[in-house]
């Protein structure tokens, strides 16, 4: 087991992965295990220091999630966020109690001088989410940080290196929040800021190749950025005669996707089978409405055509997926006991009757990490800027049933709206961009007759890594182009709305 500088452990907070991100955004490595890793793998990794993540349960709680009690006796720093905060508070003899007032949201942090704090300012904005709080600190720790509804917003034991910090640093919206976390890392464990992308790659590189050996890869692609990164990473790891790399098109892609996907395949001189699956797809997807049943759906089927189209083939003995750590968490916590958002097509492992095992270089990564390991892996800057697409594509977003004709409003709306987003040069300066078909019909006018047709919601998001997301500020006249265009061109719709709301409460797909 490698040394690992920075441990996570994970107790259930949607933004524990973002404190991984954070850290490995300023140079330090780390990783992120459940809370209930065993003392021996925690010590096996050599870390040097430990960082408790939130979560959602409460410390007072008879089955409270709780670390090993050998952490405590490591003599390495520990810090604590949220209920990490009250975890540390229980455990010397403080008191937590349920707050009166729940606080979600921004706050202003007021703090002492202390080498943790290095470079940060007085009164910047913090982020708050919690319903719990430490009504009494304990007695060997001081108060290095408050805010106006919580006193204890940052307490210390200095002299056995441990810290607590009821705001979480870890996300977008507290502003020094990356500051924190280096600070930790470089002040208190003495951690070097060595970790890159170039080094990821060269390691992840020598793993593949390690653990394919002389055997064959079956490498599911999409064209979007996460699976091109992995082929080209294979393509980088193996003999070409090793690799096979197949493109599904399912029916469910975008306006013209299939043609530029396997155009640019050709551009990286990367074999590539395309298997026409349309009808195949459409079959299991007939009257389903439920998200959840359509993307479990999708799913199935694509590991039922990659099995058949790996049957073909000799020494097949792996199949290749983009799998981000974002994918994971909002599928389920296979790392601590986060709660699952939504099922994604990728996760989950793999069926009991299938005969090969998973590469998934990029698993403990995320989507702007990804960016940054194509680039270093030379691909084309056109291909790394590509918006996220989702695996079951235009199927989670026709909301209800799909059918030959929703797939036809909601390809076409799309395809104008890239179109007017690279025109006013929006398509760069934002994270994601799409529309929905609502499948809600309203009454229109057009020209003097009446119309009973469709709507279809533009939703454009700003994000730096898919967990946290606002929508775009978007100016008014390149909103109304794009709805002008959608409405006049298009037959069957006849209202266009603006998605006004953030990740979270919301998530950024609507299924």
Not at 211 to 221: A, E, I, P, S, T
Request: contains cysteine; negative net charge.
């Amino acid at each position: 087991m490698k040394q690992v500088p920075i441990l996570v452990l994970d107790f259930g907070s949607q933004y524990t992965q973002l404190i991984a991100r954070k850290l490995r955004e300023s140079g330090v490595y780390c990783e992120v295990v459940p809370y209930r890793e065993s003392l021996a793998n925690i010590k096996a990794r050599k870390p040097q220091g430990i960082i408790l993540s939130g979560g959602p349960a409460s410390v007072y709680s008879e089955d409270a999630y709780k670390p090993s009690e050998g952490i405590w006796s490591m003599g390495i720093p520990i810090m604590g966020i949220c209920y990490g905060m009250q975890l540390i508070t229980q455990r010397y003899g403080g008191e937590v109690v349920s707050a009166d007032h729940h606080e979600y949201g921004k706050a202003k942090l007021t703090i002492t001088e202390h080498k943790i704090f290095k470079g940060m300012r007085n009164n910047e904005t913090v982020w708050m989410s919690h319903g719990d709080r430490a009504e009494r600190i304990p007695e060997s720790f001081e108060v290095i940080g408050s805010s106006e509804n919580s006193p204890f917003a940052g307490i210390a034991n200095v002299e056995q290196n441990i810290y607590a910090f009821q705001f979480h640093p870890e996300v977008h919206h507290t502003v020094e929040g990356t500051k924190l976390l280096k600070n930790f890392a470089k002040y208190i464990c003495g951690c070097d800021s060595t970790w890159n992308m170039g080094g990821f790659a060269k390691e992840k590189i020598r793993a593949i190749k390690e653990q394919v050996g002389d055997k064959k890869v079956l490498c599911g692609v999409s064209g979007g950025v996460d699976s091109s990164v992995v082929a080209a990473m294979l393509n980088e790891a193996l003999p070409k005669e090793q690799l096979i790399c197949v493109f599904v098109d399912q029916g469910l892609l975008r306006k013209n996707e299939a043609e530029d996907v396997q155009n640019m395949f050709k551009l990286l001189d990367i074999p590539l089978i395309t298997i026409d699956a349309k009808e195949e797809f459409m079959r299991v997807l007939e009257g389903i409405s439920d998200p959840e049943l359509k993307r479990k759906a999708i799913g199935e089927k694509f590991i039922e055509v990659f099995d058949a189209e790996a049957k073909k083939h000799t020494d097949v003995a792996f199949l290749a997926q983009g799998t981000l750590y974002t994918d994971v968490i909002e599928s389920v916590s296979v790392k601590g006991p986060s709660k699952t958002i939504k099922s994604h097509h990728n996760v989950g492992g793999l069926p009991d009757w299938m005969t090969f095992e998973l590469v998934e270089p990029l698993r403990e990564i995320f989507k702007d990490e990804v960016r940054k390991l194509g680039l270093e892996l030379g691909l084309p800057k056109e291909m790394i800027g590509r918006h996220p697409f989702p695996g079951p594509g235009l199927a989670i977003r026709t909301m209800g049933a799909v059918t030959e004709h929703g797939l036809h409003l909601i390809r076409e709306s799309d395809a104008i709206m890239q179109e007017e987003l690279r025109a006013t040069g929006y398509y760069d300066k934002v994270w994601q961009a799409f529309t929905v078909l609502l499948n809600v019909q309203s009454v229109g006018v057009m020209g003097d007759n009446r119309t009973y047709d469709n709507t279809v919601c533009v939703r454009i998001v700003e994000s730096v890594d898919g967990m946290t997301a606002t929508f775009a500020h978007v100016p008014h006249d390149v909103l109304e182009g794009i709805s002008r265009r959608i409405i006049n061109e298009i037959d069957g719709i006849n209202r266009v709305v603006y998605d006004i709301s953030s990740k979270p409460p919301a998530t950024i797909e609507w299924e």
